[in-house]
């Protein structure tokens, strides 16, 4: 039964909004896409996967969203020749597949530079990335050409008099196009996310309990037992991780990070507000309050990114300068000093890859629910099915500001792709990347 035609309220509603998300999406894209390839910074390989992403978003934007809005003009009734309407819907499900493939290829390469971050900095090349993507738009390809090879139903259908242009209707073809372009690749997406948060929280914890360990020794003026000692092949993969893995947090894209300028502290408090906020790098904040020795772990000083550079300064006490009462409180003011940051850095991080998650989630979940239970006869209100869809494609507006949005060198090209000056000189300053600014 054919539903009555939209009203005028409906459709003064329902269009601006649609042509919103086309012109956002469009746009946002094209901005990341300029943006990597303009950007002597961002012209680095694991950049190409934001840009495959940026790509299969803007041709959701270019080919697929503008005949919805046909189809939602003239009441699903297809006026246009059955071949575009195949190619409508292959469309449709190869771009928005490719979509949710990227955003699961960009989780696998974030995963791999955490866990991995020595033996996947050799491996990250051009064709390895080149391999993901192909991948990627490899998959999509065999779900988007199943109803051509071997399911019927991808093309237009005859509803009474009237031609109708609709996804496949076949039940086995839903489930397999469900399961590959969404369930399997949202399930892959969460468990690595997870992993990330949990490696990023071990890391965490391990470099304030190493940096309480080293202060304690620095202060008593004694040898690190060797129960606590770091065996050399550690600290070495620790500064590799530093240059490595601290940008590589940010699930976005890595930076070039300007060389840090030594400065000191003398009190655990304000340097704790020092590291809590920095732009990249690895501090290892050990100042003590009452003029207590502050030392990194590879140097007598504390290393901060050359725009923070408060005027702070400190006297390192000789050996035994200390009393044991003054020593023990100092180390526990520094304790609880990096645990607090410790704390803020996993919530930062949290908050990021829940703001990933959560949106792909709300965008695409209620899609497939309803999609998937259209197996079993299951046909939802037309107009419930619509918004649902449309809510999907918000995720092609939404990916180009997710991911880019977050780093530094994205925003000061956008500013300087729109000729934003001001704020491309500001944009350090700006919001910062939550789980890998440290």
């Avoid at 960009?106 to 051009?126: E, F, L």
């Avoid at 400065?263 to 408090?269: I, P, V």
């Avoid at 520094?334 to 850095?345: E, G, P, V, Y």
């Avoid at 979940?365 to 809510?391: C, D, H, M, N, S």
Wanted: net charge positive; with cysteine; hydrophobic share 45%.
């Amino acid at each position: 039964e054919m539903s009555l035609p939209h009203s005028a309220v409906e459709c003064a509603l329902a269009v601006p909004l649609m042509l919103a998300v086309i012109l956002l999406t469009v746009i946002g894209n094209t901005l990341v896409i300029l943006a990597v390839f303009t950007s002597r910074a961002l012209r680095q390989a694991q950049n190409f996967l934001i840009v495959s992403l940026a790509c299969a978003d803007m041709a959701v934007g270019l080919l697929v969203q503008p005949l919805q809005v046909k189809t939602f003009l003239t009441d699903d009734v297809w006026l246009l020749p059955r071949f575009v309407c195949t190619v409508f819907t292959m469309s449709d499900i190869f771009f928005c597949t490719a979509s949710i493939l990227n955003l699961a290829a960009i989780a696998v390469d974030r995963y791999c530079a955490i866990k991995y971050p020595i033996m996947y900095a050799n491996k990250r090349t051009t064709g390895t990335v080149l391999m993901m993507i192909g991948a990627a738009f490899g998959l999509s390809g065999a779900i988007s050409f199943g109803p051509l090879l071997s399911w019927t139903g991808g093309g237009t259908m005859k509803n009474n008099t009237k031609q109708l242009c609709q996804l496949p209707g076949d039940g086995g073809y839903i489930v397999f196009s469900a399961l590959g372009s969404f369930y399997l690749p949202a399930a892959v997406i969460a468990g690595l996310y997870i992993s990330i948060y949990l490696a990023l929280r071990r890391r965490l914890r391990r470099r304030a309990a190493a940096s309480a360990v080293s202060k304690f020794s620095q202060v008593t003026a004694m040898p690190t037992p060797l129960a606590q000692r770091r065996p050399k092949k550690a600290i070495k993969e620790d500064e590799e991780e530093d240059n490595e893995a601290d940008d590589d947090e940010d699930l976005s894209s890595q930076r070039l990070r300007p060389p840090p300028v030594e400065l000191r502290a003398d009190s655990a408090s304000e340097a704790a507000e020092s590291e809590a906020e920095p732009e990249a790098g690895s501090l290892a904040v050990v100042g003590g309050g009452s003029g207590l020795a502050s030392a990194c772990s590879h140097q007598q000083s504390l290393q901060v990114p050359p725009r923070r550079q408060p005027r702070l300064a400190v006297q390192l006490l000789a050996p035994g300068g200390h009393e044991p009462a003054s020593a023990a409180t100092s180390v526990q003011e520094h304790s609880r000093a990096r645990q607090k940051i410790s704390l803020s850095r996993e919530r930062r991080a949290l908050r990021t890859l829940g703001i990933i998650m959560g949106i792909f989630i709300l965008c695409w979940l209620p899609f497939f629910l309803v999609y998937l239970a259209g197996a079993w006869g299951y046909a939802p209100e037309k107009r419930l099915f619509r918004l649902f869809v449309w809510l999907g494609y918000v995720n092609s507006a939404l990916n180009p500001v997710i991911y880019t949005v977050f780093n530094a060198d994205f925003r000061r090209a956008f500013a300087r792709l729109l000729r934003l000056s001001a704020a491309a000189d500001s944009s350090p300053d700006a919001v910062r990347c939550l789980p890998c600014q440290r």
